[in-house]
T-cell receptor, first 112, second 113 residues
Framework: GQQLNQSPQSMFIQEGEDVSMNCTSS?????WLWYKQDPGEGPVLLIA?????ELTSNGRLTAQFGITRKDSFLNISASIPSDVGIYFCAGQMLQGAQKLVFGQGTRLTINP | NAGVMQNPRHLVRRRGQEARLRCSPMKGHSHVYWYRQLPEEGLKFMVY????????ESGMPKERFSAEFPKEGPSILRIQQVVRGDSAAYFC???????????FGPGTRLLVL
């Protein structure tokens, strides 16, 4: 089935550092979404990308939809302690309401 | 506007029992999705429903699992004769018609003893 490869699997950084993570796929996706999951909670939507090449920001977060439609990255600038959690990329192969395919997640740990 | 509601948040069952997980979508959302998450893994799609219709059940195990989204009331994910391998977090998401953005509930953590 479809699969998203997300890297890195985990990151250990100092507070204030910038963070970058990415997702790649062998298949084309029409929509890319980035979620954050805190322990014991459901994923919370951070950024949604709908067009190839699109670059979107949400505060300190920036994400891009790759021009080939097979990849996306998420950057977090000037990390703070509340950024700790697991970040997931997710893609949809068709437009409109469709199932999401998730990456394996990137676990972010921040040393104060 | 309340978010996606799921209950119970935690459910403990013995092998062979039935588990019923409930999901109330956000107001105005007519599409419901169920996902399963094993520890240290991403979410895996199970089923996509609209009111009174199953649209895509390609991720549902062939046996023991069923889902419904009746005209009135919450969506139900039902697992019959649970086994230890069913232990996982089950998440529900909802979306308005014809949009890509899915909003997730807090999940139900199922533990099978």
């Amino acid at each position: 089935g479809q699969q998203l490869n997300q890297s890195p699997q985990s990151m250990f950084i100092q507070e204030g550092e910038d963070v970058s993570m990415n997702c790649t796929s062998s298949s084309i996706f029409n929509t890319w979404l980035w979620y954050k999951q805190d322990p014991g909670e459901g994923p919370v939507l951070l950024i949604a990308l709908y067009k190839a090449g699109e670059l979107t920001s949400n505060g300190r977060l920036t994400a891009q939809f790759g021009i080939t439609r097979k990849d996306s990255f998420l950057n977090i600038s000037a990390s703070i302690p509340s950024d700790v959690g697991i970040y997931f990329c997710a893609g949809q192969m068709l437009q409109g309401a469709q199932k999401l395919v998730f990456g394996q997640g990137t676990r972010l740990t921040i040393n104060p | 506007n309340a978010g996606v509601m799921q209950n119970p948040r935690h459910l403990v069952r013995r092998r062979g029992q039935e588990a019923r997980l409930r999901c109330s979508p956000m107001k105005g959302h007519s599409h419901v999705y169920w996902y399963r998450q094993l520890p240290e893994e991403g979410l895996k799609f199970m089923v996509y429903l609209q009111k009174e219709n199953i649209i895509d059940e390609s991720g549902m195990p062939k046996e023991r699992f069923s889902a419904e989204f009746p005209k009135e009331g919450p969506s139900i994910l039902r697992i019959q004769q649970v086994v230890r391998g069913d232990s996982a977090a089950y998440f529900c998401a909802s979306s308005p018609p014809s949009t890509e953005t899915q909003y997730f509930g807090p999940g139900t953590r199922l533990l099978v003893l």
